[in-house]
């Protein structure tokens, strides 16, 4: 089966733009996670999807962070106006089911904010 | 959930079996472990899960003792490609996932 795809794999923006991260997890997979990992940090939860639904989004660090995932397929992150400490890596990973713990996780996005 | 302490890092040769020790003294009871690599530039990568007692597929075993106050990764035989960050997660058997992945076991492995 194809595993968790994410894009843009890189991405460099200036401070105050918008930037847009696509995941596309495992077909069939319902559930559908974001983490996060900031410079230097540890990688850390940002919500978590079922289907369409936010299950969990108590991660997410502020307003200017807002997570779709229409249709209950694949999913977006859009980060608006972006700052300079949203640089990091953006991961994404999928589950078939809440009580299945083993998650596949795509490559990230590496974002940078100039 | 659990917040998890594992070696900062650990050396190792080829061939030789690596044992990764994680403890994890406020597991619940429904709680579950979970093991994931993590090689440079990609997302983590699941290796195994257990509850109790022991558990083993094809790349590790899991060792969890009575108490599940800690868990042990045992990797046989590793190789070079086995050097990568090795990172212990303890998720809620409710559904709750881990919110933070620490700081992992940075394992090297010399030929």
């Known amino acids: 089966e194809a595993g968790v795809t994410q894009f843009p794999s890189h991405s460099v923006i200036e401070k105050g733009q918008t930037v847009t991260l696509r995941c596309d997890p495992i077909?069939?997979?319902?559930?559908l996670y974001w983490y996060r990992r900031v410079m230097g940090k540890e990688i850390k939860f940002l919500l978590h999807?079922?289907?369409?639904?936010?299950?969990?989004e108590s991660g997410m660090p502020n307003n200017r962070f807002l997570a779709e995932r229409t249709g209950g397929t694949y999913s977006t992150l859009k980060v608006q106006p972006a700052e300079l400490e949203d640089s990091g890596v953006y991961f994404c990973?999928?589950?078939?089911?809440?009580?299945?713990?083993?998650?596949?996780f795509g490559s990230g996005t590496r974002l940078t904010v100039v | 959930l659990a917040k998890t302490t594992q070696p900062i890092s650990m050396d190792s040769y080829e061939g030789q079996e690596v044992n990764i020790t994680c403890s994890h003294n406020?597991?619940?009871?429904?709680?579950?472990i979970t093991w994931y690599q993590q090689f440079p530039s990609q997302g983590p990568r699941f290796i195994i899960q257990g509850y109790k007692t022991k558990v083993t597929n094809e790349v590790a075993s899991l060792f969890i003792p009575a108490d599940r106050k800690s868990s042990t990764l045992s990797l046989p035989r590793v190789s070079l490609s086995d050097t990568a960050v090795y990172y212990c997660l303890v998720v809620g058997g409710t559904g709750r996932r881990a919110l933070t992945f620490g700081s992992g076991t940075r394992l090297q492995v010399q030929p």
């Open positions: 406020n597991i619940a009871t429904n709680d579950y």
């Open positions: 990973a999928s589950s078939r089911t809440q009580s299945d713990y083993g998650y596949t």
């Open positions: 077909s069939g997979h319902d559930n």
């Open positions: 999807f079922v289907k369409e639904s936010k299950q969990d």
